[in-house]
Nanobody, 125 residues
Framework: QVQLVESGGGSVAAGGSLRLSCAVS????????MGWFRQAPGKEREEVAA???????TYADSVKGRFTISKDSAEDTLYLQMNYLESEDTAVYLC???????????????????WGQGTQVTVSS
């Protein structure tokens, strides 16, 4: 059974930074899609960033230039570096992985079969 465990969330003032980590219980080389999603109260879940085949990265327009997704295959860990945080970034952030090996990873999360429990990020203005 695949387990994903997020860490690194917390409270930060607007303009600050946080680095989220997602430890995966299996080699991340087995997953063609890995990504970060977020869900704020009263809002739908949205994809924040994803890494697909050939390490192609995609970002939500709202975080481009501020967030960076990366992975460490040796540590089986996915990261999300978040800079210049805004109050609108406040949400529960979830790590996800899927075994799709072609094309882009769907932004609606359909290509991601495995999900973590999430970590809370709160940005105060």
């Amino acid at each position: 059974q695949v387990q994903l465990v997020e860490s690194g969330g917390g409270s930060v003032a607007a303009g600050g930074s946080l680095r989220l980590s997602c430890a995966v219980s299996q080699t991340i080389l087995a997953f063609g899609c890995m990504g970060w999603f977020r869900q704020a109260p009263g809002k739908e879940r949205e994809e924040v960033a994803a890494i697909g085949m050939r390490d192609r990265t995609t970002y939500a327009d709202s975080v481009k230039g501020r967030f960076t997704i990366s992975k460490d295959s040796a540590e089986d860990t996915l990261y999300l570096q978040m800079n210049y945080l805004e109050s609108e970034d406040t949400a529960v952030y979830l790590c996800a992985a899927g075994r799709k090996y072609y094309g882009d990873c769907r932004k609606d999360g359909a290509d991601f079969a495995y999900w973590g429990q999430g970590t809370q990020v709160t940005v105060s203005s």
